[in-house]
């Protein structure tokens, strides 16, 4: 439970901080502060639009594998940012990003339930809840705080690699289905339907 929390902690101040600082990137790097704004946009729509299929392919695979391919090819497209220095690169890079990370926090949900069952999903969602605001409300100051430290924004996209690099550490090693107790996992008596 606690390595799902941590590592939707760290999607949520990275997601937070990397949607304000690229499109101050993408203008830095030349683009007007519409299309910055428009590539931002995008990718919100795009990775929106694609959050149907995620909870379709949930239902079919499992979930920590749905998720540890998106936050692979999150850390991977992010990582385009470290040598992306056109603005124009840094608006498909933006929309691409926006479109891999849009997945991520469904896929947690999915892995809570299937891990935990429904009983339990709304306690683990008023648990969750506070933590989840509190790391999306401090992640456009702390990236702005990597910014104005460093001077740039090589750091800050190092860092945001290095959080979703750590984020699949976590489901990796730690997200594992729980164990049923052996109790369950004996008994074939059915219940009453």
Known sequence: FWFIVAAEALVILTSGALSFQAV??????????????GALS??????ALLNPGWGYLSDRYSP???????????????????????????????ILWGTASGGLHILSNM???????RAS??????LMGPIQLGFLGLGP???AFLYDLTGGYTAFFAY????????????????????????????TRRGPD
């Open 64 to 94: 920590r594998k749905l998720a540890l391919i998106a936050l692979a090819a999150t850390a991977a497209i992010t990582s385009l940012f470290l040598i992306t220095s056109s603005g124009t690169h840094g608006f498909f890079v933006v």
């Open 42 to 47: 995008l990718s919100t729509l795009f990775g």
């Open 160 to 187: 945001s690699v290095s959080s979703y690099v750590l984020a699949i550490v976590f489901i990796y090693y730690g997200a594992r289905a729980p164990r049923l107790p052996s109790r369950a996992q004996t008994g």
């Open 111 to 117: 892995m809570m339930a299937q891990y935990f069952g």
């Open 24 to 37: 101050l990137f993408v203008r830095d790097a030349g683009l007007s502060q519409t299309a910055a704004a």
């Open 121 to 126: 999903f709304g306690a683990i969602t008023g």
């Open 141 to 143: 100051t702390f990236g």
